[in-house]
T-cell receptor, first 115, second 109 residues
Framework: DAGITQSPRHKVTETGTPVTLRCHQT?????MYWYRQDPGHGLRLIHY???????DKGEVSDGYSVSRSKTEDFLLTLESATSSQTSVYFC??????????????FGEGSRLTVL | GQQLNQSPQSMFIQEGEDVSMNCTSS?????WLWYKQDPGEGPVLLIA?????ELTSNGRLTAQFGITRKDSFLNISASIPSDVGIYFC?????????FGKGTKLTVNP
């Protein structure tokens, strides 16, 4: 199994509070991704990173920011959480050559509930 | 933006039955992928397809890359209880993978 750790795995918070989810990898992969999974919507890309300090937006980036100061860590921040951000968040990693094969390795997910 | 239409949304079958699901795209891509998500886990790549018309098998799973390059099919033969989960199609070959909404499969023993 790919070495991907997401934390926290579960979090309940209140509307308006800041939240940071962390993805940590031990594979030294270049690419890291944050997806959210919601019933009826499948997996939607929030942000991704193609190197340290190099990030780009996905299809549902509004309300989210990311940072990658080290190869192994990719942080997802909700500056002011809203109920619409209640979701399961997945981190994924990939090496450059694996992008041609479409192989992403996913973490186990972080379930966030915003009350 | 690019959209993938995956059907059916859910399936309830008996153990031993064959399963078929498909995915269509509004645009042409060079790579079709099928992922499976077990309950409580992250998705895992099952099969990758790279050429129009390509037919690839992985055990009881068979997937095909449509000739028009806008669709793909996944078949599961002789289903077993551990086949339960959500199956996602995806289009890749670039930095961003686009996923379908998934087909949730339930297998009754």
């Amino acid at each position: 199994d790919a070495g991907i750790t997401q934390s926290p795995r579960h979090k309940v918070t209140e509307t308006g509070t800041p939240v940071t989810l962390r993805c940590h990898q031990t594979e030294n992969h270049r690419y890291m991704y944050w997806y959210r999974q919601d019933p009826g919507h499948g997996l939607r890309l929030i942000h991704y990173s193609y190197g340290v300090k190099d990030t780009d937006k996905g299809e549902v980036s509004d309300g989210y920011s990311v940072s990658r100061s080290k190869t192994e860590d990719f942080l997802l921040t909700l500056e002011s959480a809203t109920s619409s951000q209640t979701s399961v968040y997945f981190c994924a990693i990939s090496e450059s050559h694996r992008l041609n094969t479409g192989e992403l390795f996913f973490g186990e997910g972080s379930r966030l509930t915003v009350l | 933006g690019q959209q993938l239409n995956q059907s059916p949304q859910s399936m309830f079958i008996q153990e031993g039955e064959d399963v078929s699901m498909n995915c269509t795209s509004s645009s042409i891509f060079n790579t079709w992928l099928w992922y499976k998500q077990d309950p409580g886990e992250g998705p895992v790549l099952l099969i990758a397809l790279y050429k129009a018309g390509e037919l690839t098998s992985n055990g009881r799973l068979t997937a095909q890359f449509g000739i028009t390059r806008k669709d793909s099919f996944l078949n599961i033969s002789a289903s077993i209880p551990s086949d339960v989960g959500i199956y996602f199609c995806a289009q890749g070959g670039s930095e961003k993978l686009v996923f379908g909404k998934g087909t949730k499969l339930t297998v009754n023993p």
